[in-house]
């Protein structure tokens, strides 16, 4: 069954790192999003991805933070300096339409943790 | 923005029990999503119901657009349906708070 690629599963670093999280999304899929979820609490919806471009994002999105598909397969989210409240599980997900009827899948997380 | 409200927060039922979980949003959507993120974390799409009623399985959702409120039923739960159940609406840009459920034996 199709599903849903993130590496690493877990991902440490310092303070005021760059960190690349990596996504390789359903191959027939062309709508991407990137969560966060902090522990314990709701899911945080970051960005969303079409057609090469920013689709939408939310305020959390701000400038250290950016997305790219380097390539035909992979969608990747970069989080420049990186502070300790990024601590939390990031998800990709990816949906054959814009949130149709065939809904969305999810990749299993990288937790990221800023020490 | 729009609020996403779930109810109850947490639920504790025992095996073979069913259950509705509430969603109440604040203004008028076009989708509604409903997902289980299991015990390790995964989330996984149960039913995209931006109104009607859907079923799958011991599963079944209905939205009421007009009124701003999904339920999401659960029959004869098992303990494999412990988790958070979030319903998310805005093409999944805004998740509801949540319920955790846990299933008891």
């Known amino acids: 069954e199709p599903e849903v690629t993130q590496t690493p599963s877990h991902q440490v670093t310092q303070m005021g790192q760059e960190v690349i999280l990596r996504c390789v999304p359903i191959s027939n899929h062309l709508y991407f999003y990137w969560y966060r979820q902090i522990l314990g609490q709701k899911v945080e919806f970051l960005v969303s991805?079409?057609?090469?471009?920013?689709?939408?994002k939310s305020e959390i999105f701000d400038d250290q933070f950016s997305v790219e598909r380097p390539d035909g397969s992979n969608f990747t989210l970069k989080i420049r300096s990186t502070k300790l409240e990024d601590s939390a599980m990031y998800f990709c997900a990816s949906s054959e339409e814009s949130l149709g009827a065939s809904g969305m899948f999810f990749g299993s997380g990288t937790q990221l943790s800023v020490l | 923005g729009i609020q996403v409200e779930q109810s109850p927060p947490d639920l504790i039922l025992q095996e073979g029990a069913n259950s509705t979980l509430r969603c109440n949003f604040s203004?008028?959507?076009?989708?509604l999503q409903w997902f289980h993120q299991n015990p390790w974390g995964q989330l996984i799409n149960l039913f995209y119901?931006?109104?009607g009623t859907k079923q799958n399985g011991r599963l079944s959702a209905t939205t009421v657009a007009t009124e701003r409120y999904s339920l999401l039923y659960i029959s004869s739960s098992q303990t494999t349906d412990s988790g958070v159940y979030f319903c998310?609406?805005?093409?999944?840009?805004?998740f509801g708070t949540g319920t955790r459920l846990q299933v008891t034996l």
């Open positions: 991805f079409y057609n090469n471009e920013i689709s939408e």
């Open positions: 119901i931006p109104s």
């Open positions: 998310a609406v805005k093409r999944g840009v805004t």
């Open positions: 203004d008028s959507v076009n989708n």
